[in-house]
């Protein structure tokens, strides 16, 4: 290099303030769950067999800590894993490693505490520890990287020597899960349990996959085992697997495996329950994706144009993609987002449509089959009859809003009764079906939409005529529920009143 350009260099080094850079880590978005996610696929990557999660509350002083029985690192290896951006998201990585940026295991944690100290053991070594101490960073302004841990915290360390390898994680000053509470705050006790709650449902959920096979993985809270949680519920002798398609995608493949659940008439309560998963079942139709078997994305539609419905809540898709396609699928950080290739969007509608239909089919089918069952002849607004041997559908004279109409005075029944006639006649069956068989999708069901108070008025109609013909309150509201579709409208039925 010459003299000149030795006195004008031809760049700047514009490195990160360590004070400014470490609290923007802190914003990616994670919440405790998703964080701790995080960590155990860490322990997945280091082959652990067993995680460990410990909660111990104790007001503002409350810790956490995740420790595994996987290899282990050498105090190389953790100083490297504790560096944030320590791989860059461009290598190729190992074909069952669940990482890729390299900032997991920091923005995990500090997203939830200003204290991570990792400890680890690897085969043969001695036990080495790191501490990240985000006030302390933030009082020097440089990345230092501290050997020990904090004063009063090596006994919350405990656990690998009696062990040939593992890891511990442990958070502590966990100002964005206790905050500055007190021990004996009894509410932010509550929380804190809560908290617990929601990081299992979430982690039986993600690792699912792990969990069911024999003697792969276990995952515990304290002394208690997470189970898995299958979103679709292949044990149930009603569940329907249709069948599987491969999407390629630059040389490798995406496995598409679509599942219509059973109705609920098929399975006990408590199964129907559990399958509900965290937030419910509507909520949990459509698309799971997952990378190397743990999942990304829980029912999701992926922004394909559809919206969850209930009459499509039995419609589960299960996606599989290799971790080469990460940034195909434009999976973040917290690997709770994924969105695919606008090349496999078509193909992923059509199977999304396929799936729905076949889902409203058997939602609505032995939906009717129970309504019919349990309810009087007058429930249907129309009936199908025979007429010279062909089929046609006439509107129920005896459904209770008809009947209404029907006691108008005289005056006006020759136009009623002509109306009545006039849409017999005229229903667009073949249009119907012709609709319903190219385009079942596009195919809306009863009030779909429809403002809550414009669907009062008429169940209030309906309301008054039962009263009318001598029903009580609760016998009117009861009533209600056996019509079709009025059995989708529960809330707004209990509002039903004189």
């Known amino acids: 290099m010459s003299a000149d350009e030795i006195s004008n260099p031809m760049y700047d080094i514009a490195e990160p303030l360590a004070s400014s850079m470490v609290e923007s880590l802190r914003s990616f978005g994670y919440n405790i769950q998703t964080a701790i996610a995080d960590l155990v696929d860490n322990s997945i990557s280091a082959g652990a067999k067993n995680v460990w999660l410990n909660f111990c509350w104790d007001g503002a002083d409350s810790h956490i800590s995740i420790r595994d029985d996987g290899q282990g690192m050498?105090?190389?290896?953790?100083?490297?894993?504790?560096?944030?951006?320590?791989?860059?998201?461009?290598?190729?990585?190992?074909?069952?490693?669940?990482?890729?940026?390299?900032?997991?295991?920091?923005?995990?944690?500090?997203?939830?505490?200003?204290?991570?100290?990792?400890?680890?053991?690897?085969?043969?070594?001695?036990?080495?520890?790191?501490?990240?101490?985000?006030?302390?960073?933030?009082?020097?302004?440089?990345?230092?990287?501290?050997?020990?841990?904090?004063?009063?915290?090596?006994?919350?360390?405990?656990?690998?020597?009696?062990?040939?390898?593992?890891?511990?994680?442990?958070?502590?000053?966990?100002?964005?899960?206790?905050?500055?509470?007190?021990?004996?705050?009894?509410?932010?006790?509550?929380?804190?349990l809560e908290t617990v709650e929601i990081v299992e449902n979430h982690l039986a959920m993600v690792f699912h996959r792990f969990l069911e096979k024999r003697d792969y993985l276990k995952i515990w809270i304290g002394q208690h085992r997470i189970e898995p949680w299958n979103p679709f519920l292949p044990d149930a002798q009603t569940t329907q697997s249709l069948p599987v398609e491969l999407l390629f995608f630059k040389g490798e493949v995406v496995t598409v495996r679509p599942y219509i659940l059973p109705h609920h008439s098929k399975i006990t309560q408590e199964t129907h329950n559990i399958a509900s998963g965290v937030n419910g079942w509507n909520a949990q139709q459509?698309?799971?994706?997952?990378?190397?078997?743990?999942?990304?994305?829980?029912?999701?539609?992926?922004?394909?144009?559809?919206?969850?419905?209930?009459?499509?809540?039995?419609?589960?898709?299960?996606?599989?993609?290799p971790n080469s396609m990460d940034s195909d699928w434009n999976i973040d950080v917290k690997k709770s987002r994924a969105r695919p290739p606008v090349s496999l969007k078509a193909e992923l509608k059509r199977i999304a449509r396929l799936t729905r239909h076949r889902a409203a089919e058997i939602y609505r089918h032995r939906g009717k089959v129970l309504a019919r069952e349990n309810a009087d002849k007058y429930?249907?607004?129309?009936?199908?009859?025979?007429?010279?041997?062909?089929?046609?559908?006439a509107v129920n004279q005896e459904h209770p809003l008809v009947e209404e109409v029907l006691n108008f005075p005289a005056i006006y029944q020759p136009t009623i009764r002509a109306l009545l006639r006039l849409l017999e006649e005229t229903v667009p069956v073949q249009q119907i079906w012709i609709d319903n068989s190219t385009e079942p999708e596009k195919q809306t069901q009863p009030f779909d939409g429809t403002p809550s108070e414009e669907v009062m008025e008429v169940m209030i109609q309906i309301y008054h005529a039962l009263r009318k013909s001598g029903m009580t309150e609760e016998q009117a509201r009861d009533r209600i529920l056996t019509m079709e579709p009025f059995q989708h409208f529960e809330v707004l039925t209990q509002n039903l009143s004189d």
């Open 286 to 321: 459509g698309f799971y994706v997952y990378r190397n078997e743990r999942l990304l994305v829980a029912g999701d539609w992926l922004s394909l144009g559809y919206h969850k419905e209930e009459h499509y809540k039995l419609a589960r898709i299960q996606v599989d993609l």
């Open 379 to 393: 429930v249907f607004p129309w009936d199908r009859k025979l007429r010279r041997g062909n089929v046609f559908y």
């Open 74 to 192: 050498t105090e190389a290896q953790l100083i490297v894993a504790m560096r944030p951006g320590s791989q860059s998201p461009l290598m190729i990585r190992e074909v069952k490693d669940l990482g890729r940026f390299g900032l997991g295991l920091k923005t995990a944690s500090f997203s939830q505490c200003r204290r991570l100290t990792v400890a680890s053991r690897s085969e043969n070594h001695d036990v080495v520890t790191r501490r990240w101490d985000l006030d302390y960073i933030n009082q020097v302004d440089e990345w230092r990287l501290l050997h020990s841990p904090a004063e009063g915290s090596a006994e919350k360390l405990n656990g690998l020597e009696c062990i040939n390898h593992g890891t511990i994680v442990l958070w502590e000053c966990l100002d964005r899960v206790v905050g500055e509470t007190k021990h004996n705050d009894q509410k932010a006790q509550d929380d804190f």
